[in-house]
């Protein structure tokens, strides 16, 4: 078809010390998405087409990571502290809605951790217990979503008790992720109005606006491994609804001190949903890899 369009992905690294970007890959004709920097710093591990791939570092070499029954990885993984599982949102076969899964980070078969339909994963605590994730209340209209409601959920997957909700209340929230030393959660909440980037205790309480930005609407905070930077995306304000974050957009790739600060950006792409949804900085958090897109014809 003449019209047809197809998607290329750009994989890239931005090295915050030099205030550089630098193309790893480019997958023509291929949509990539959320690559996570494993913690030996050797490989990114992104998903494609309802899988997972590990990209090495070194041959630009990527390999599918067996997922068992989880046959619709989206873009909500992660890298556990130990850095021996990978926790993963997706759907089966017989059940298509996300819950959440554990595997081994070579590859197995899962095993559910979070039940309920609708859970998209967005953080795991430093020792391994807890995940937090979002769940969507949503009404389906002719096959599309309308999204009534977000909020965000922690539950301990070694003891499996009962999961907590952490948000109440107006707004949109999401992109729930642990500090590195397990006191805080980053997230990113609608509730002033535009989105922007928040901070609360684990167990819900001090919530607290980080950024109060009025021309952008700020999506997924991720915070260094060393604990003093965040990075984000932000969609320019009239682009997208407050609670959207839509794939095929100009945004900017922000970054902010974790103790406050003015926010600046790091650079300009097309891209939005796929770009940096999961946590991607380099162990040493020097860098952090993202995926750009081109649209061909």
Wanted: aromatic share 8%; proline share 5%; with cysteine.
């Amino acid at each position: 078809m003449e019209n047809e369009v197809k998607i290329t992905s750009v994989l890239e690294v931005f090295d915050i010390q030099n205030d550089t970007r630098n193309v790893l890959n480019v997958f023509e004709n291929r949509h990539i998405e959320a690559p996570n920097w494993t913690l030996d710093g050797k490989a990114l591990i992104y998903n494609s087409e309802g899988s997972l791939f590990r990209y090495d570092l070194e041959t630009g070499k990527s390999d599918r990571i067996d997922t068992g029954c989880c046959i619709s990885c989206n873009n909500d993984h992660l890298i556990s502290g130990d850095g021996k599982r990978l926790a993963i949102s997706s759907g089966t076969a017989q059940s298509p809605m996300s819950k959440i899964w554990v595997l081994p980070i070579e590859g197995g078969e899962p095993e559910l951790v979070v039940e309920k339909d609708l859970s998209f994963l967005h953080g795991w605590s430093p020792g391994g217990k807890t995940v937090v994730y979002t769940r969507l209340e949503v009404d389906i209209i002719n096959g599309k979503w309308n999204v009534l409601s977000a909020d965000i959920y922690s539950r301990n997957i070694e003891d499996r008790s009962d999961e907590i909700r952490l948000t109440d209340g107006a707004g949109m929230k999401d992109g729930s992720e642990y500090s590195p030393d397990g006191k805080t959660i980053w997230y990113n909440s609608t509730e002033s109005g535009l989105m922007q980037v928040w901070k609360m205790d684990t167990d819900g309480s001090n919530q607290t606006q980080v950024t109060f930005d009025e021309t952008r609407n700020s999506w997924f905070p991720h915070i260094s491994p060393d604990g003093n930077k965040i990075v984000y995306i932000a969609y320019k304000k009239d682009d997208v609804e407050p609670k959207d974050h839509p794939p095929n957009k100009n945004v900017e790739l922000m970054i902010i001190d974790a103790d406050g600060g003015e926010p600046r950006v790091l650079c300009k792409l097309f891209g939005g949903q796929g770009t940096i949804n999961v946590p991607s900085w380099s162990p040493d958090s020097k860098r952090f890899a993202f995926v750009s897109y081109r649209l061909d014809n």
